[in-house]
């Protein structure tokens, strides 16, 4: 399926790199859904990183999330 879609357009990526630095150079957060749990009873959810040029199917543009 050809599409122009890409996560560096999304209005659910975060380009900024919170993941305790496992996001890097064109990668950044999704951001649709909430933090993905961790196996530890302590251990902080995790937002999914992804790859600026990848994309899916909840593909949306449009005004950015309020900061
Ligand atoms: S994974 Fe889907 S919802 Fe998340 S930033 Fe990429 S296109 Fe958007």
Not at 13 to 31: P, V
Not at 32 to 43: I, T
């Amino acid at each position: 399926m050809a599409t122009s879609a890409s996560c560096q357009s999304c209005r659910f990526f975060d380009e900024h790199k919170t993941n305790g630095g496992a996001a890097a150079g064109d990668e950044g957060l999704c951001r649709f859904n909430p933090p993905v749990s961790q196996p530890e009873p302590k251990g902080h959810g995790l937002w999914p990183v992804v790859d600026a040029k990848d994309w899916c199917g909840h593909f949306s543009t449009g005004a950015q999330p309020a900061e």
